[in-house]
């Protein structure tokens, strides 16, 4: 087995917001990996005394331990009890019911002898390849179809619309969410490969359009994750140095974090 993992912040005069995990249990069966994209949010109260950072860490921490511990555990509920157990570590001095408390977009994914599990939430991508070299990706796109109306700024989604119909969902403080999430499994023959990224440095596809997903899952497993990354930063400075606009973010440069694992 080969898993690579990369993960380099936005801004270096800023903490990452990103979280990765590869997870290989001891008894050697299996493995799984959690890649979690915290969401910046806009200047002002978010009820909470923590950072992103510190909700990304705990919320993926937890996610890694339990969905090594608990092999037999859906992911969905495997997600329930991560949220759970990460809310109740601040519920008493934070308040959680604010709209932008702290949240991610989550993928997991856990392969046994028998299968591969997978589980989505938000605009993070995980990347099937199949032995003849397919590349299925799996995304939740309800973000992507939001009219532009639901844009508060360029850079801004209205708040009101997180975590509700009609809206789109992230891990934040309510275990329930977990329900919402695209989750499926597959033959664990029928995976040859599999990648996470956050879209960060999925913008290499969705921004800039310099290939497909295949096209991007090659890419990482001939050159690495680190080259896709340094792709997207050089694509990134063209772009902002051509004074062209960010399409839909205030942000040159997003947290991009690439996890790999040929099984």
């Not at 890694?64 to 949220?83: D, M």
């Not at 708040?159 to 509700?164: E, F, S, V, Y």
Request: proline residues 6%; contains cysteine.
């Amino acid at each position: 087995m080969r898993t690579e993992l990369v993960s380099e912040p936005g801004d270096p005069r800023r903490a990452n917001e990103d979280f990765a995990s590869v997870g290989l249990p001891a008894s050697g069966q299996g493995g799984s990996l959690v890649v979690l994209d915290g969401v910046t949010p806009p200047r002002g109260d978010t009820g909470c005394l923590h950072s992103v950072p510190w909700f990304t860490a705990r919320l993926g921490g937890a996610l890694t331990e339990l969905t090594c511990s608990l092999p037999e555990v859906p992911l969905s509920e495997v997600l329930a009890r991560a949220i759970s157990r990460t809310a109740k570590v601040h519920s008493s001095i934070c308040d959680l019911s604010h709209p932008r408390t702290p949240q991610a977009t989550v993928v997991v994914a856990r392969w046994s002898a028998e299968s591969v599990e997978y589980l989505v939430l938000s605009d993070s991508v995980l990347l099937l390849e199949s032995p003849g070299g397919t590349v299925t990706p799996v995304v939740d796109d309800r973000l992507a179809r939001l009219p532009r109306s639901a844009l508060v700024s360029d850079a801004v989604i209205d708040a009101t619309l997180r975590n509700r119909e009609g809206g789109f969902f992230t891990a934040a403080a309510d275990p329930s969410v977990a329900a919402r999430a695209v989750t499926g499994a597959v033959p664990r023959a029928g995976v040859r490969a599999l990648a996470a990224l956050t879209d960060g440095a999925g913008r290499w596809v969705e921004r800039f359009g310099e290939g497909d997903w295949a096209d991007c899952l090659r890419l990482i497993a001939k050159e690495g994750g680190r080259a896709l990354v340094d792709r997207v930063r050089e694509l990134e400075r063209a772009d902002a140095a051509g004074g062209r606009p960010v399409l839909g973010r205030s942000k040159t440069h997003d947290d991009a974090t690439v996890v790999y694992a040929e099984l």
